[in-house]
C-alpha cells in the first residue's frame, strides 16, 4: 500500500481510482485499511478545497416540496396564509423561527437548512 497526500485535483483522480480498487475489500484485510486512509484523504481534501455551505432556507423548503409533490396551498398548515407562503417562497419575508419549528416538525426539514439565514 503506497499512500501519498493529497495535494491538487490530479491526485484526488488518482485517489479516486485506487479507492474504486479497494471499495469492496473485505472488513479486517490490508485493502481495506487502504480504503479507511483513502476515503479519510479525499474526505479532508474536499473539505478544503469544494467546501458545502449550508442550504438555502427556501431552497431547502421547495426541495422538500418537490420530494413529497406538496404545493404552497399545503405549506399554509406551517407558514400561515397563502400571502404569507408566497413572500417566503419569493424571498420576500424571512422564515420566522415558529415557522421553523413547524417546518422541522411537519416536514422533518433539518433545522441546520432552515436557520442558516434566519436573521
Do not use: W
Not at 7 to 30: I, M, W
Not at 81 to 94: A, D, F, I, Q, T
Not at 105 to 113: H, W
Request: glycine residues 6%; charged residues 30%; hydrophobic residues 35%.
Amino acid at each position: 500500500m503506497t499512500i501519498k497526500p493529497i495535494r491538487n485535483d490530479d491526485d484526488l483522480r488518482a485517489a479516486f481510482c485506487q479507492l474504486e480498487t479497494v471499495f469492496q475489500a473485505e472488513e479486517g484485510t490490508p485493502a481495506a485499511d487502504e480504503r479507511e486512509i483513502l476515503v479519510a484523504l479525499i474526505e479532508t481534501y474536499e473539505n478544503r478545497h469544494y467546501p458545502i455551505g449550508p442550504a438555502d432556507p427556501v431552497e431547502a423548503i421547495k426541495f422538500r416540496m418537490e420530494q413529497q409533490g406538496l404545493t404552497p396551498r399545503d405549506l399554509e398548515a406551517y407558514i400561515g396564509s397563502s400571502g404569507r407562503v408566497s413572500e417566503v417562497l419569493n424571498r420576500k419575508r424571512p422564515l420566522s423561527l415558529h415557522m421553523v419549528k413547524r417546518l422541522h416538525d411537519g416536514l422533518r426539514i433539518p433545522y441546520e437548512s432552515l436557520l442558516s439565514k434566519v436573521a
